[in-house]
C-alpha cells in the first residue's frame, strides 16, 4: 500500500526498514520522549514483523506505514480501527527532520485516507504507556477527536505537531467576485515557516450580498467551509481583518469564527488598516512604516502579535497570509 503526498511517500514497512527505526529510536532526543526502556534491535525487529502481518491482514483494520523522504525512512504514522470504539491514531519522527511540517504532512495524507476511503470519523489518541508522545489530531472537523489515553493530556509537548513544539496553522482568505466566492487556506507548519504544507480552495456561489456592520454573515460561511476540508483542526487559525472591534467584546469576524469553532481553536485577525476603537496591538515588520493590528481570541494578544512579527517573509505581510490573498485571486472562478 502507497500514500502520497507533496513530500512524502508513505508506505508498508518491509524487513529492511527495522535498521532504520532502531537507528533513529536510540537518539537521545527521541528517547526523551519515549516512557519505557530503550528499544532493543529485537524488540524493533518485532514490531516490524508485527506491522507487517498488520497488512496482510483481510479485513485490514490496522494501518501502520512508513514515512519516506526521497525514499529514505523518517518516521512512521498509523491509524487502527477498533471494535466498538473509536480509531486509533499516531505518528512519530527521526528527531534530526523535526521542524520542517513533515509530521503534518504525513498525517494529514494518512487521516485523509482514514475518513474517506475507511469511514472513520472519530479517533482516539493513543500515546499509551510504553510510547513515545507522538503527534495528536487534537480536535478535528473531518474526524473526531474523542478523549485521551495518556495522563499528560495538558502537557504542551503532548498537544502540538511533534516534541519539537511545531504548531499546525492556517492562514484563510477569501475574495469575492459578484455573488460567487473563492476560499483559500494555506496550511504550514511553525511561525516561521516560508512555504506550506498544503493548500486548498473551495468555491462558494450565491453567498450573502455585503451588509454594513454585519460582514461575518458574507464570510464566515466561506472560512467554516473550507476549514471543513481539513482532516483535522489546526492549532491555530489566522484570518485577515479584526477578532473584536472594540474593548467591550463588540464581535468581529474572528470571534464570530472562534465561537463557531466551539471556542476551541485560536483566532488570530492580521488586519492592514485601522479600525476606530478595535483594541489592536500594532507591530511592524520588514522596512515598513505601516503597521498590521493583531487582535486574538483563545490566546494572549501579545503573544499573538509576537509571533506575527516573526512569522516567515522579509515584507509587510508574512509570506504565508500573502500567499492565502494570491490563492483565492488566481483561483477565482
Partial sequence: MELRSPRLLLRDFDDAD????FEYQQSPAYLQHYDAPTPTR????????????????????????A???DSYLIGTCGVRRLQNEPAEFGCELDPRFWGHGYALEASATLLTFARDELQIHR???????????????????????????????GDPAVNRLDPAGELRLAALDVHYAGSDATAACILFAGWRATTPVQELVRYFSEVAPYEPGAF????????????????QRPDAVIIDGYVW???????????????????TTPIIGVAKSAFPGAPAVEILRGQSRTPLYITAAGTDVDQAAENVRGMGGSHRIPDMLKRADRLCRTSSA
Fill in 245 to 263: 472591534l472594540d474593548p467591550e467584546g463588540r464581535p468581529g469576524l474572528g470571534a464570530h469564527l472562534f465561537r463557531e469553532l466551539g471556542e
Fill in 18 to 21: 527495522a535498521a532504520r527505526v
Fill in 42 to 65: 529485537e524488540d524493533v525487529r518485532n514490531l516490524i514483523e508485527r506491522f507487517r502481518r498488520w497488512a496482510t491482514e483481510i479485513p485490514r483494520t490496522s494501518y501502520q506505514l
Fill in 216 to 231: 461575518f454573515r458574507r464570510e464566515l460561511p466561506c472560512l467554516t467551509g473550507i476549514l471543513s476540508r481539513l482532516p
Fill in 123 to 153: 479517533i482516539l489518541r493513543p500515546n499509551a504507556p510504553g510510547q513515545p508522545r507522538r503527534h495528536s489530531p487534537g480536535a478535528t472537523t473531518g474526524l473526531r477527536h474523542d478523549g485521551e489515553r495518556n495522563p499528560h493530556a
Fill in 67 to 69: 514515512i519516506t523522504l
